[in-house]
């Protein structure tokens, strides 16, 4: 029997969980701008009021100011954006007529309280809890094999293991992943997750204690039907696969088979992603430089060559699974090839600027043909490049292309000595890109001068420019523009930390 103390403070649980959600989409009804479906405007209800105020007064300036108000430190951002709305409301007489403003007002006062009504804990728990049946609590999951995959994840609770082999048995505290058919049916999960002292709402449904739904009514009857709506997230015996799923004939002999269905193990691959973050944790930078430097550090550099990284999903990667969104959709391979032979080191200090560059092209030509696809697309739904959400995507893509060339920088200082930049065929930018931490004479006179991250953007920018332009796209001064200034973003940034892990 789970002690009321516990199911009080899951109830409780619940509730934050639910009025943070309610807040989250209360805001974003304010601030948001207005959508238009079957001639129907809504949402945008800050932005359309203030379009309001302005056509019924000549307060435009007092408008501009409320728009350009910032939030307090103390305010939440659903108290900023009533504010806002209050604000605007103040600008307007009180015996004004008009009504369009008569029905925004009435449409934001229906909205919340159709919202309140739907984010109560009993109403919620009434529409929500029917969609477990969505939901599985897994270590493998079915979506990470095909994000468009309907089949059944799995939850491998066995505890046999082989030495011999890296699986998802061998992890002493697998992480259990939550997979889901329909990602709208996310949030039940995250109720399902709420704890207390360790103990979740799941762990009160598998202990067959309802308690905790207690706080919610005194209906048994409707807490029933809520316990049998979230069991199914963990109860279910209905395994199934997809036309999307990979499948595997395992010979027997006499014409006979097994038909096994590979399920990649998220468990397995978080527990990779949170062993390759330590590479890139201060200790281990330190280590490195020890290394580098032939001196003494008493942590053991971590090391795992030639990985790979898959991707999973496109932009919203909790859509496959709770896990799989921490790991920005990637999964990362180990390579299971023994060595064949001993490959010789690249020298960096006998390149110059053109092979980097042409280095670079190889690198990154997945990310570069992305990008290409990506403008094409643009251009040929005569789309502006310009709109917030598709110039969010082409920096993405064109930082992913920066971060390639970032990588090699960091190579090169891992296989060369201190100050190698100094006998190299670079030219004084390009070696400053490399060892920004440099003070010798020279360095300092062009770090003074504060030209050399302009040259190298620029290059980089007639470099990508070239790597896309075709006849199709015609780049020209405009994007020039735009890739020296992400360049110079991202540049800049690296730099100091460059310097900063000196």
């Given at each position: 029997?789970?002690?009321?103390?516990?199911?009080?403070?899951?109830?409780?649980?619940?509730?934050?969980?639910?009025?943070?959600?309610?807040?989250?989409?209360?805001?974003?009804?304010?601030?948001?701008?207005?959508?238009?479906?079957?001639?129907?405007?809504?949402?945008?209800?800050?932005?359309?009021?203030?379009?309001?105020?302005?056509?019924?007064?000549?307060?435009?300036?007092?408008?501009?100011?409320?728009?350009?108000?910032?939030?307090?430190?103390?305010?939440?951002?659903?108290?900023f954006q009533q504010q806002k709305y209050r604000n605007l409301l103040e600008l307007l007489d009180a015996d004004v007529v008009d009504s369009e403003l008569s029905e925004l007002r009435a449409e934001y006062l229906q909205f919340v309280s159709e919202l309140e009504a739907q984010h109560k804990p009993a109403n919620w728990l009434d529409e929500w809890a029917i969609k477990a049946k969505d939901i599985s609590f897994a270590t493998h999951v079915a979506k990470l094999t095909h994000?468009?995959?309907?089949?059944?994840?799995?939850?491998?609770?066995?505890?046999?293991?082989?030495?011999?082999?890296?699986?998802?048995?061998?992890?002493?505290?697998?992480?259990?992943?939550?997979a889901s058919s329909n990602a709208a049916s996310l949030p039940v999960a995250d109720i399902l997750k709420v704890e207390h002292d360790g103990f979740s709402v799941l762990d009160c449904l598998k202990a067959e204690d309802a308690s905790l739904f207690s706080e919610f009514t005194d209906d048994k009857e409707q807490i029933a039907k809520w316990v049998q709506g979230l069991k199914q997230a963990y109860d279910s015996d209905i395994k199934q696969s997809y036309f999307l799923s990979?499948?595997?004939?395992?010979?027997?002999?006499?014409?006979?088979?097994?038909?096994?269905?590979?399920?990649?193990?998220?468990?397995?691959?978080?527990?990779?992603?949170?062993?390759?973050?330590?590479?890139?944790?201060?200790?281990?930078?330190?280590?490195?430089?020890?290394?580098?430097?032939?001196?003494?550090?008493?942590?053991?550099?971590?090391?795992?060559?030639?990985?790979?990284?898959?991707?999973?999903?496109?932009?919203?990667?909790?859509?496959?699974?709770?896990?799989?969104?921490?790991?920005?959709?990637?999964?990362?391979?180990?390579?299971?090839?023994?060595?064949?032979?001993?490959?010789?080191?690249?020298?960096?200090?006998?390149?110059?600027?053109?092979?980097?560059?042409?280095?670079?092209?190889?690198?990154?030509?997945?990310?570069?043909?992305?990008?290409?696809?990506?403008?094409?697309?643009?251009?040929?739904?005569?789309?502006?490049?310009?709109?917030?959400?598709?110039?969010?995507?082409?920096?993405?893509?064109?930082?992913?292309?920066?971060?390639?060339?970032?990588?090699?920088?960091?190579?090169?200082?891992?296989?060369?000595?201190?100050?190698?930049?100094?006998?190299?065929?670079?030219?004084?930018?390009?070696?400053?890109?490399?060892?920004?931490?440099?003070?010798?004479?020279?360095?300092?006179?062009?770090?003074?001068?504060?030209?050399?991250?302009?040259?190298?953007?620029?290059?980089?920018?007639?470099?990508?420019?070239?790597?896309?332009?075709?006849?199709?796209?015609?780049?020209?001064?405009?994007?020039?523009?735009?890739?020296?200034?992400?360049?110079?973003?991202?540049?800049?940034?690296?730099?100091?930390?460059?310097?900063?892990?000196?």
């Amino acid at each position: 029997m789970i002690s009321k103390q516990t199911s009080q403070a899951l109830a409780k649980g619940i509730e934050v969980y639910l009025a943070t959600r309610r807040d989250k989409k209360h805001e974003d009804y304010l601030k948001s701008k207005p959508q238009k479906k079957k001639n129907v405007i809504s949402k945008g209800i800050n932005i359309r009021l203030a379009g309001i105020v302005k056509r019924l007064t000549d307060k435009n300036e007092a408008v501009k100011l409320v728009e350009k108000t910032k939030k307090a430190k103390d305010q939440t951002a659903l108290v900023f954006q009533q504010q806002k709305y209050r604000n605007l409301l103040e600008l307007l007489d009180a015996d004004v007529v008009d009504s369009e403003l008569s029905e925004l007002r009435a449409e934001y006062l229906q909205f919340v309280s159709e919202l309140e009504a739907q984010h109560k804990p009993a109403n919620w728990l009434d529409e929500w809890a029917i969609k477990a049946k969505d939901i599985s609590f897994a270590t493998h999951v079915a979506k990470l094999t095909h994000s468009s995959s309907k089949g059944s994840s799995i939850l491998d609770s066995s505890l046999s293991s082989d030495k011999r082999y890296l699986t998802t048995n061998s992890l002493s505290d697998p992480e259990i992943d939550t997979a889901s058919s329909n990602a709208a049916s996310l949030p039940v999960a995250d109720i399902l997750k709420v704890e207390h002292d360790g103990f979740s709402v799941l762990d009160c449904l598998k202990a067959e204690d309802a308690s905790l739904f207690s706080e919610f009514t005194d209906d048994k009857e409707q807490i029933a039907k809520w316990v049998q709506g979230l069991k199914q997230a963990y109860d279910s015996d209905i395994k199934q696969s997809y036309f999307l799923s990979k499948q595997v004939f395992f010979p027997l002999g006499n014409q006979h088979y097994h038909l096994l269905l590979p399920l990649t193990s998220s468990s397995l691959a978080q527990a990779l992603h949170n062993e390759h973050k330590q590479y890139f944790e201060d200790e281990q930078t330190k280590a490195r430089e020890q290394r580098k430097n032939n001196k003494f550090c008493a942590t053991a550099v971590v090391s795992y060559p030639n990985k790979a990284k898959l991707n999973i999903t496109g932009s919203n990667h909790s859509n496959a699974s709770s896990l799989n969104g921490k790991r920005g959709g990637k999964i990362t391979l180990l390579s299971s090839q023994p060595p064949s032979w001993r490959s010789k080191g690249k020298r960096y200090c006998e390149l110059d600027y053109q092979a980097l560059y042409k280095a670079l092209s190889f690198l990154s030509k997945n990310e570069l043909r992305d990008l290409n696809k990506y403008l094409k697309l643009l251009k040929n739904k005569e789309l502006s490049d310009s709109q917030p959400a598709r110039a969010a995507t082409i920096t993405k893509k064109v930082q992913a292309i920066i971060h390639a060339l970032f990588d090699e920088v960091m190579q090169a200082n891992t296989v060369e000595e201190t100050n190698w930049t100094k006998a190299s065929k670079f030219t004084l930018p390009y070696q400053l890109l490399f060892e920004p931490y440099r003070d010798d004479e020279q360095a300092a006179a062009e770090k003074l001068a504060g030209k050399w991250q302009t040259v190298i953007s620029k290059d980089f920018a007639r470099w990508l420019n070239k790597q896309l332009d075709d006849k199709q796209l015609k780049l020209g001064t405009i994007h020039l523009e735009l890739w020296a200034k992400l360049f110079s973003q991202e540049l800049r940034s690296f730099i100091a930390l460059q310097e900063v892990s000196r």
